[in-house]
């Protein structure tokens, strides 16, 4: 099972009670969940305690895509840690020296997984992180970040992720449905999750569209790897 489902409520809706209910509906499905910026806010790290105390999951991420000096990103770390929260994701770009560094060891210890964004799913990133993507993957390999972020959208991309990193780091891949991507061509590409939102938020049976494309994941990771 390679699914993290992306919570990122519509506008209009009182966002706490929707992640709950989601996740409540998902319950046992995903590997994780995701909790985006706009969520923390609008609702606080009190609503994000909220919602991570339904999370019975092995990743309970907070995707701030931290982007600061060390000193305000340990802040930031810690308050989301004590919600509850058990990943984090930073951006490679920020380099380590005063950043990444002490952000490293805030996180090993509070017993937090770091994730690095080293390329995203929109088009407008192949504009300067192509140019730079080798640098950021030293960067990721550089700190032992637990993770990092790559685009479903571009497979090409997972691949010489995978091929730079190695097997040791793990690769969340975003951009599964919405914009575009295939269940399960990330994976085969060599990503070990696929991220997905609303694909699964927006259905009308939440449940039984995640269980769907877990089968689909698991029927393309089968055939490209001729099983």
Known sequence: MSLIVALDPPEGVDGV?????????????????KVGLP???????????E??????????????KLADIGYVMSLITK??????????????????????????SICNELGIKLVLVAFMSHPG????????FSDLLGIVREINAWGV?????????????????????????????????APGDAL???????????????????SKVALELIKKQEERVRACRGL
Request: glycine share 10%.
């Open 17 to 33: 009670k929707w992640c709950i209910n989601l996740i409540n509906e998902l319950d046992g499905v995903p590997k994780g969940f």
């Open 39 to 49: 969520l923390v806010v609008k609702e606080g790290v009190k609503g994000l305690r």
């Open 51 to 64: 919602v991570a105390s339904v999370m019975d999951t092995e990743l309970v991420i907070a995707d701030l």
């Open 79 to 104: 308050a989301v840690a004590n919600a509850g929260v058990n990943t984090v994701i930073a951006h490679a770009f920020i380099g380590t020296e005063g950043a990444l560094s002490e952000l490293t």
């Open 125 to 132: 990133a192949v504009r300067v992180m192509k140019k730079v």
């Open 149 to 181: 972020v790559l685009p479903a959208t571009m497979p090409d991309v997972v691949k010489a992720g995978r091929k730079y990193l190695g097997p040791s780091f793990k690769i969340l891949a975003p951009g599964v449905g919405a914009q575009g991507a």
């Open 188 to 206: 085969c590409a060599g990503a070990d999750y696929e991220i997905v939102g609303r694909l699964i938020t927006k259905a009308e049976n939440p």
